[in-house]
């Protein structure tokens, strides 16, 4: 708790004056080459990512409560039926008051909304690229096996239970579970040429075009699939997010 | 093209005709926008996808019940089935002290059999409510049978679980336009739309969304039987519903969970009958010397064939994916693939017992065995 607290007053003094003066602490992240592992342009095989901040964990409950008490206009009672389905923030007790730990990761935030906290955080969802790079940097600076990685996933979207590896390269916590996160381009638009490929979409067969058919592959190709088939509005009990800056 | 448009009006005048001489009779008559092609119904309206403050049961129908259990018909002709079969996640039991958190329909693997006859309409109501703790055994007053024949038996052991996901409906036993009506839902969503039973069978319904093997090895399957508009040439003293299916289950620490390569290798670690091991075991499938057993068998794989066989049997009669023209006589063993059914009917020829197989013996080694006894009424 204390070191959450430290590290909440942290990120505050860090963006102090310049936008809302809460976020998470962030992590630099190197530049470097992302191997594509679903092949979105069959043309595409690597993708050059340029440096640039993370935060370090999913944005928590109470860095939540804090955007809503600054723009009344994204709490629960104020916000406009078409950023949300319904459930936003379902379970908090009153506008600002978070249910469970405070420093949990919030959840039941639609893509609009995580969009506008990280916009006044001065910075934006992170890109699918940017999120799978870093995914693919925590294995490889953790040594982390493809099948642990792997079996980390399957249990995860089966049980909901978060891995147990840590990040001890970069200080980054929290992915794979406790949440799923929200991408500012998180649908799962599978090129051909300039056409859409058919095997998209529901009912649809999109292993053919991942790299390697492994469980790790497999694995990576499961979360884009499932975080595809949200709508912008969708709120979900595992849902959260995290920004990056620039 | 010009056929289909023909087609069309055709479709659309005879349901006007039976506007004009006031045939109110619910069924296959097709309605505005629908088409028919020798009796058969297309052209079914657009699905819908909404938001519902839906917390009932989780399985609605008076025909949808727990395998191995078929409901009976008790309508002359036809109806217009209102089936809600909401999409959950359960932990269930498929072995002894082996349980993992299933995706599944209704709270059981397989999902409830949906009973229905040649000609009938189903519209058909489904939740996404893979983000909420639904508790299958404590079903209210206008609960499916399905609900009161699994706490009668709750071989499964189903617990709650919370497991969000984006899931879908595909049935095999309707035409239709897949990118529509099989459409994917997300948490909280819940999706309607309409199918008739074109023809009859015993027919596969799974969740389409990808990835398709995760989620149909995850649990997401169940039986639909089409009964034939003019009803079987026999009379059945018994009739009972058979799902094969593999699971692919690894141990991680406590639990079980999902094991792809396995999956990929068709390499199950297990392979049920009705998702147990023992569901045939315990509970045996009852009949009496002279009997004719009527068997509804559908392997719903997902990867792998049955070979379908009864110890001490010979199957008199096998229409094939349940259709009439497809009969087959003498029959020792049924070969389906993943998502094929039968209609299999054989005579007990004496008292005793008598083994239920998979006759490709890895399978029936794995689980994919059960039993029928016979013996007169106590």
Redesign the interface.
């Known amino acids: 708790m204390s070191g959450w607290c430290k590290q909440w007053l942290w990120g505050g003094l860090l963006l102090a004056g310049t936008v809302t003066a809460l976020a998470a602490e962030s992590v630099v992240v190197p530049e470097g080459n992302f191997e594509h592992p679903v092949l979105l342009d069959r043309e595409r095989r690597t993708e050059w990512v340029a440096s640039f901040r993370v935060d370090a964990r999913p944005v928590s409950r109470e860095d939540y409560a804090a955007f809503v008490e600054a723009h009344p206009h994204w709490r629960r009672s104020a916000v406009a039926g078409l950023f949300h389905?319904?459930?936003y923030l379902r379970g908090w007790s009153s506008d600002v008051t978070p249910d469970g730990a405070p420093e949990a990761p919030v959840v039941q935030v639609s893509w609009y909304a995580a969009r506008a906290y990280c916009e006044a955080q001065g910075g934006t969802l992170p890109s699918l690229v940017q999120w799978e790079y870093l995914v693919d940097l925590i294995r490889r600076l953790n040594g982390l096996s493809d099948d642990d990685y792997?079996?980390a996933v399957?249990?995860w979207?089966?049980?909901?239970?978060p891995a147990a590896f840590e990040d001890r390269a970069l200080g980054l916590s929290g992915f794979i579970g406790p949440v799923n996160e929200w991408l500012e381009d998180y649908q799962l638009l599978l090129a051909n040429g300039d056409r859409v490929d058919f095997g998209g979409?529901?009912?649809?067969?999109?292993?053919r075009l991942i790299l390697r058919?492994?469980?790790a592959h497999?694995?990576t190709?499961?979360r884009y699939?499932?975080r595809s088939?949200?709508?912008p509005e969708?709120?979900?009990?595992?849902?959260g997010f995290r920004c990056v800056y620039p | 093209m010009k056929q289909m448009m023909k087609m069309m009006a055709l479709g659309a005048s005879v349901s006007a005709l039976a506007a004009l001489v006031g045939c109110s009779q619910a069924g296959p008559m097709a309605t505005a926008g629908e088409f028919e092609v020798e009796g058969k119904v297309y052209g079914m309206p657009k699905a819908e996808v909404f938001?519902e403050d839906y917390r009932g049961d989780a399985v609605v129908g008076d025909t949808m019940t727990a395998s191995p259990h078929l409901a009976k018909l008790d309508y002359a002709g036809n109806k217009t089935h209102q089936v809600r079969l909401d999409t959950l996640s359960q932990k269930v039991e498929v072995a002894p002290g082996v349980s993992?958190?299933a995706w599944t329909f209704g709270g059981s693997v397989p999902g409830p059999v949906l009973h229905v006859r040649e000609g009938d309409r189903v519209v058909f109501t489904m939740k996404n409510r893979s983000?909420e703790a639904v508790l299958v055994s404590e079903p209210g007053k206008g609960a499916a049978p399905f609900y009161r024949q699994m706490a009668d038996n709750p071989y499964q052991k189903p617990e709650a679980?919370?497991?969000?996901?984006?899931h879908?409906m595909?049935f095999h036993s309707g035409t239709v336009a897949?990118?529509d009506k099989?459409?994917?839902i997300?948490?909280?969503?819940t999706i309607q739309f309409e199918w008739v039973a074109n023809y009859p069978g015993v027919y596969m319904y799974h969740c389409?969304?990808?990835?398709?093997?995760?989620h149909t090895a995850?649990g997401q399957y169940g039986a639909v039987v089409v009964s034939p508009k003019e009803g079987y040439p026999t009379e059945a003293d018994h009739e009972y519903v058979i799902t094969q299916s593999e699971f692919y289950l690894?141990q991680?620490g406590e639990?079980y969970?999902?094991?792809?390569?396995a999956a990929?290798a068709n390499n199950p670690s297990h392979v049920t009958f009705n998702g147990h091991v023992s569901a045939l075991m315990d509970q045996p499938l009852r009949a009496k010397k002279g009997d004719r057993v009527r068997l509804y068998v559908l392997n719903a794989g997902p990867n792998g064939t049955s070979s379908f066989h009864v110890i001490g049997a010979i199957f008199d009669r096998v229409w094939y994916e349940g259709n009439l023209e497809n009969e087959w006589r003498g029959m020792q063993t049924v070969l389906l693939g993943a998502s094929n059914g039968a209609v299999m009917e054989f005579i007990v020829p004496e008292d005793g017992l008598y083994k239920l197989v998979d006759h490709e013996f890895h399978d029936a080694e794995r689980g994919a065995a059960g039993a029928l006894i016979a013996a007169p009424a106590p």
Do not use: K
Not at chain 1, 234 to 239: G, R
Not at chain 2, 186 to 189: D, I, R, T
Not at chain 2, 208 to 214: I, Y
């Open positions: 389905d319904g459930g792997a079996n399957f249990a979207y089966g049980e909901q239970r979409g529901s009912c649809g067969d999109t292993g058919y492994d469980s497999y694995a190709l499961l699939q499932m088939n949200h709508a969708t709120t979900a009990s595992n849902l | 938001r993992y958190t983000d679980a919370i497991s969000p996901m984006p879908s595909d897949a990118d099989w459409r994917s997300s948490p909280g969503e389409g969304t990808s990835s398709v093997l995760m995850m690894q991680v639990s969970i999902y094991d792809h390569q990929m």
